[in-house]
């Protein structure tokens, strides 16, 4: 696999914005951590994993990893051939996975390592648990979600013959999943023109980090979670533009925003490969992929899971993969991964299908505040007040009921109102849907995909 999207030599260091990272976070204390780590990034991690990259950890350098925390209490042992986990036998002393990892680099501890246990500590990194890590109305979802009344709006689609290139394109959307609405017709997704497809019911499974709970949907109360029905939110959007695009779940994260990097990786690794096989079976191939989250990296050419991310990201461009990713809601000039790869890569390092990085305008064009900027932003969207679907999480009434106030975060009617760069971008791939839907060169080859690619951001320049 080529060494896609390699950062420049030297790039300015970026001043983070200022989070606040313990309120209004949906995050089991038991389970994750925010921490500022190296430079100031605002990360979220698992507080007892540690990833590896790499070949597998050998038994007797973790052993000697786990001594050297012996003073914290902690134990550490393999999960997997990525993982470490630390332990503790003292409910009163939890472990923390960037202390430990603090500890390992520290020179005093590091001196006293074996050659192959401090080559260990070199390829460790946090185990993030979040992309988009902070509540709708400060990540990626921007602000707050309201429950909306919207007209009956039927959307309807072509026969697949009707098509000028003769084929649905296919976005892919990694998010929530897709849950219950009928703007996602499910009565007829057993039909051979299903309107969606879940990648779990084509092959792919996911690590064990993702969530039990069908695709979102968290029971019937989603008001204490701060992105249920993001993922069908997104999908209602995508689909207002093009709606006789097809639409590919990947159900990576859950209700209340957090998404394990080895899950973003697996779905990643599983559209590579079918994606190549598309050669010898057309209805594999995905034309657009929406991925409406990010995080702050401090240092993109040493990060085991940047270097991972961006080589399959460049994969899928290089095959003639739109990919499209949020700039995120923080009113920072600070690049957010993987929205900024394009900008800040190396001449030579970028597929032809590049990665393209989306902001959030107002309706009246402006930019909005929340919004992200910089020079790694290379497209501007309308992504605040839209208005999409949204599951009913159980909450439809069939009757009136007594008089009421209204109340915005029950959410009754299918709609809502939603507002950050992660819908900017869901926008700006149903416009790179539909403009593909239209174009008359079907054909399934590396060229054709690119020059679809490319044509259909000719009217968004």
């Known amino acids: 696999m080529k060494d896609w999207y390699v950062p420049q030599e030297q790039l300015p260091q970026p001043t983070f914005p200022h989070l606040n990272l313990s309120g209004g976070v949906d995050l089991d204390p038991a389970e994750a951590a925010w921490a500022n780590t190296d430079g100031g990034a605002p990360t979220v991690y698992s507080i007892y994993l540690l990833s590896v990259s790499g070949a597998p950890p050998q038994p007797a350098a973790v052993t000697e990893l786990e001594q050297a925390l012996a003073g914290h209490g902690w134990s550490l042992s393999v999960s997997s051939d990525r993982v470490l986990r630390l332990g503790t036998q003292d409910a009163a ?44 109305k ?34 892919a959307i990694l998010d929530s999943g897709i849950g219950r609405h009928d703007w996602m017709n499910e009565a007829l997704d057993d039909q051979p023109d299903p309107i969606h497809l879940d990648a779990a019911d084509l092959g792919w499974q996911a690590p064990g980090a993702v969530p039990a709970e069908p695709a979102d949907f968290d029971g019937a109360d989603p008001r204490t979670h701060s992105h249920a029905g993001h993922g069908t939110f997104i999908a209602g959007l995508i689909r207002q533009c093009a709606p006789d695009a097809r639409l590919l779940s990947m159900h990576v994260m859950r209700a209340d925003g957090i998404i394990d990097e080895q899950v973003i990786l697996s779905a990643l690794e599983w559209l590579v490969d079918r994606v190549r096989g598309a050669e010898t079976d057309p209805q594999r191939f995905v034309d657009v992929v929406c991925l409406a ?58 597929p032809r299908t590049e990665l393209i990085s989306v902001g959030a305008l107002n309706p009246d064009l402006s930019q909005a505040a929340y919004s992200n900027f910089g020079p790694w932003v290379g ?20 009757h009136r009921e007594p008089a009421a106030n209204y109340q915005e975060d029950k959410l009754a009617s299918g709609f809502a109102r939603w507002s950050g760069t992660s819908f900017a971008a869901a926008v700006t791939a149903g416009m790179i849907a539909a403009a593909i839907t239209d174009d008359d060169d079907h054909q399934i080859t590396p060229d054709a995909a690119h020059g679809r690619a490319g044509r259909a951001l000719d009217p968004m320049r």
Do not use: C
């Not at 430990?100 to 460790?124: C, F, I, N, Y």
């Not at 497209?379 to 069939?398: C, D, E, I, K, N």
């Open 379 to 398: 497209f501007w969207t309308v992504g605040t007040a839209l208005v999409s679907a949204m599951p009913l999480f159980g909450h439809q009434r069939l």
């Open 138 to 171: 400060e990540g990626h979802a921007g602000a707050q979600r309201a429950a909306v009344a919207s007209p009956l709006i039927r959307l309807t689609r072509r026969p697949v013959d009707a098509l000028p290139g003769r084929r649905r394109p296919v976005v």
């Open 293 to 350: 989250f990010g995080y702050y990296e401090q240092t993109t050419e040493d990060s085991h899971h940047t270097i991972r991310l961006r080589r399959l990201l460049g994969e899928l461009g290089d095959m003639g993969v739109r990919v499209v990713a949020s700039a995120g809601n923080h009113a920072s000039d600070a690049p957010v991964f993987p929205a900024a790869l394009t900008a800040l890569a190396q001449p030579g390092t970028v």
């Open 93 to 136: 002393n939890p472990p923390d996975a960037w202390v430990a990892l603090q500890a390992l680099k520290d020179p005093a501890t590091a001196g006293g390592l074996s050659a192959d246990a401090a080559e260990l500590v070199k390829r460790l990194s946090l185990h993030r648990l979040a992309f988009i890590g902070m509540p709708a």
